[in-house]
């Protein structure tokens, strides 16, 4: 260090910012420490995401580990590589007048220096912005050079931070008002926006219209601050209502600002300049898709008319290097996705183009190709994965269902498409947009086909599930007349296994149990193993309401041993919920209640509302036979839940079952004080079925003599010491106790301003430091610490 360093403590040319910072608390730590730790950081991200901002503002935080200065240097006006170094040397005040390259004048200049050199804006000049970066961190060991780009330096030892667009709220599960400005895209609109509006806040009118706005802003800080100078003239709502046409409304940016960040337009010219011919081409096809794709997709959909296959794959990965296109490692594989002003952006290109309709078209053909692999494959291994890319395709899977019911050549593909993805509808959690979508399709003007045959049934399904038993049946004589002038023996078939669902679900289960039986012997006539298996265990639960429980047990074994032979896994948790129905009324509720366990345990795989919400309902009758009503309370709060994100009840799968429900929520209401049947049901309102299923497995018996609430005879004791908090983080700490609060993953989320996969992660981690199995576990832990060991410090 040289030995002025002392007097030059604030050198640089690190400017005070005119406007607030907003937000980005957790990427202004992670930036730090990788300045800590590494020499060289390159902060990427799409246009307009702040990386300059971020990188100002963790270098202006960090100026005092830096004695010889916080140094920036702004390339964005340099357009000849040549220029780099020099530009450099300008900035850091070089005096040298010699004729030795600007390069080797930085590096003696810094060679006992300990300096931050902020790189700003090196995408146009990627090879000579690495060359000097690796030429000064070699020659003067106490740099470090923090750089931002929308690509990577490619450097050896270069540590990368993507930086992400700002948080927003989702608008489909929108919090109240007061809480939508922990999101940081909101923060950051309501602070620009009340520089030009005095005294703009969200409010209980607005809520809506600020997150819809932020959400479709994509948390893109330079579009949010455009779009609050638009809010001098427009509403909140008109103006998310106008941004079809975002790029002529989000003008008028900070006139000292460079040309490229005046206008989102300017902006996103500026990327799509960058990009090679091949790279805008792939970009402008990238468009047709309305959500997030993978590999094959791309592939499928991108490749041909001047694009190989072959070389679709190195093109996407350098539009993920340029922040065009956002990547994601899932359990699955890699997902991609493009922003939407990005997207749009590639839209308008791909449009000029005249290419627009064939693109939708071939986009339409994979994903009606997909779906019908999903469908033909569906009675064996794999369900889950299949279903878990359906629910990430869906915005596709939309996408093309529209261009279907587009096509002037006939209703067909969008029947297919509609009917061939029914246990997407089902077991996916998409039943009423599944009905729309057939009732849709069906009413497009079409000519009597195979095609409308199997959507009238599938209809017929989807309006029993949710007790239209009226419309249901309308279908179903449709259907049955068009099978029989067909000759369709599997239409017809089905239709009659829907006779008995209607009749099951009507409370006519001797009519239910004939239904299934003609049906079961058509349908294994014609080979169809997956309508035969629910047949039978529909018919199974048939003759258990019948008291002919031998019966039922004997249909669910042979269902059983078909499943296994199969791999098949849904149709199997249905089985194992009647055999546990099956079991409780011949009087043996352990035994009902492992197979009832067992039956949820499969059901963690999928997203099926209806199979959830019954074997949660059958555990609450259980547990309520057994005299254990609060626990009962809590799954019949669950299975609510359930019931409410289907858009159905249990009474529409028939009276029976219905009489049971009724049955169990008058005891628990009777037995248990209301004070304790309320505190039973809190924090139950908004989980999903994942978290629903979570909880009804994670419920413990109470110990007997009235001790706490035991682990299961597998499990650990509740209580693992005091050396075990020492493993949790504060953040893990904290989600334990809003955990033992009762709330679910994504109210942890809301309230901690974090996204539900996070809270995932800390939950399992918690789970897994503490050697449990459940969030009860981690409720009674943390109860006994705040009994008796918690500090002052408000975490457990």
């Known amino acids: 260090m040289s030995g002025t360093a002392s007097a030059t403590r604030h050198a640089g040319n690190l400017r005070v910012a005119v406007t607030s910072f907003v937000g980005r608390r957790r990427e202004i730590s992670e930036v730090r420490r990788l300045v800590s730790v590494s020499r060289l950081v390159t902060l990427t991200g799409v246009g307009g995401v702040g990386k300059t901002r971020l990188a100002l503002e963790v270098a202006a935080r960090s100026r005092g580990a830096f004695p010889d200065g916080v140094w920036v240097v702004d390339l964005a006006t340099v357009e000849d590589g040549a220029e780099v170094a020099q530009a450099v040397a300008d900035t850091i005040g070089i005096a040298d007048q010699s004729a030795r390259p600007p390069a080797d004048k930085i590096a003696g200049h810094l060679l006992h220096r300990q300096v931050l050199i902020v790189l700003d804006n090196c995408e146009h000049l990627l090879d000579e912005c690495a060359a000097l970066a690796d030429l000064v961190l070699r020659a003067a060991p106490d740099v470090r050079v923090l750089a931002t780009s929308r690509r990577a330096l490619a450097t050896a030892d270069e540590h990368l931070f993507t930086v992400p667009p700002l948080s927003v709220p989702d608008p489909e599960r929108l919090p109240d008002a007061a809480v939508l400005g922990r999101y940081d895209a909101v923060g950051l609109l309501v602070e620009r926006a009340s520089a030009v509006l005095p005294g703009f806040t969200v409010t209980a009118a607005n809520h809506r219209d600020v997150a819809r706005l932020c959400a479709r802003l994509d948390g893109i800080p330079l579009a949010i601050e455009l779009a609050a100078r638009r809010l001098r003239s427009l509403s909140v709502g008109e103006l998310a209502g106008r941004l079809e046409d975002r790029f002529a409304l989000l003008t008028g940016g900070d006139r000292v600002a460079l040309p490229r960040q005046q206008t989102l337009r300017a902006l996103i010219d500026w990327s799509h300049g960058l990009c090679s011919e091949r790279e805008r081409l792939l970009w402008a096809r990238l468009s047709v898709f309305s959500g997030g794709f993978d590999l094959p997709a791309a592939e499928g959909v991108c490749a041909g008319d001047g694009l190989a296959a072959g070389e679709i794959v190195d093109l996407l990965g350098r539009l993920v290097d340029q922040s065009i296109v956002l990547g994601e490692d899932r359990d699955g594989g890699m997902r991609y996705r ?459």
């Open 338 to 796: 493009l922003l939407e002003t990005v997207r749009q952006y590639g839209r308008e290109r791909l449009a000029g183009s005249g290419a627009e309709a064939v693109l939708r078209g071939r986009h339409r053909d994979f994903y009606l190709a997909r779906v019908r692999g999903v469908a033909g494959a569906w009675c064996g291994p794999g369900q889950e994965a299949a279903l878990a890319r359906l629910r990430a395709d869906h915005g596709d899977l939309r996408a093309a269902f529209e261009f279907c019911a587009a096509d002037p050549q006939g209703a067909g593909p969008a029947l297919e498409m509609a009917a061939v993805l029914r246990h997407h509808w089902y077991a996916g959690g998409f039943l009423p947009e599944g009905r729309r979508w057939l009732d849709r399709a069906l009413d497009l003007p079409d000519q009597p086909s195979g095609a409308r045959a199997t959507a009238l049934w599938v209809a017929a399904w989807v309006c029993l599930l949710q007790g239209g038993h009226r419309v249901a049946a309308d279908r179903l004589t449709e259907c049955e007349a068009l099978s029989v002038d067909l000759g369709d023996s599997t239409c017809l078939a089905y239709a009659t296994s829907l006779r008995g669902t209607a009749a099951l679900f009507e409370g006519d289960p001797q009519a239910a149990v004939e239904h299934f039986a003609e049906a079961i012997a058509e349908l294994q006539e014609t080979g169809d193993v997956h309508g035969a298996l629910m047949a039978m265990f529909q018919m199974a639960i048939s003759l258990a309401h019948l008291g002919d429980t031998d019966r039922a047990a004997a249909v669910c074994e042979r269902a059983l041993a078909i499943s296994a032979e199969r791999g098949e896994r849904l149709v199997r948790s249905y089985i194992l919920w009647v055999l546990g129905f099956t079991t409780w009324r011949r009087g043996d509720p352990v035994g009902a209640t492992a197979h009832t366990r067992e039956a949820l345990a499969i059901q963690r795989g999928f997203n099926d509302h209806v199979g959830a919400g019954l074997m949660i309902e059958l555990l609450a009758w259980l547990a309520s036979a057994r005299g254990q009503d609060a626990r009962a309370a809590r799954l019949l709060g669950a299975a609510r839940c359930v019931w409410a994100g289907a858009g159905t009840t249990i009474s529409a799968i028939g009276p029976h079952l219905a009489a049971h429900h009724d049955s169990c929520e008058q005891r628990t209401k009777r037995v248990l004080p209301d004070v304790e049947h309320h505190a039973a049901r809190a924090g139950l309102e908004e989980l999903t079925v994942a978290e629903a299923i979570t909880r009804a497995l994670d419920e413990q018996a109470p110990r007997t003599g009235g001790a706490a609430r035991a682990a299961t005879s597998s499990a650990p004791a509740v209580s693992p010491g005091p050396d075990a908090a020492d493993g949790l983080t504060p953040r893990e700490r904290e989600v334990a106790g809003l955990v033992a609060q009762g709330m679910s993953n994504r109210a942890i989320a809301q309230a901690l301003v974090i996204s539900p996969r996070t809270v995932d992660g800390h939950v399992e981690h918690i789970l897994d430091k503490l050697g449990f199995t459940g969030r009860a576990q981690i409720a009674a832990w943390v109860a006994e610490r705040r009994a008796g060991t918690t500090g002052t410090t408000g975490h457990p």
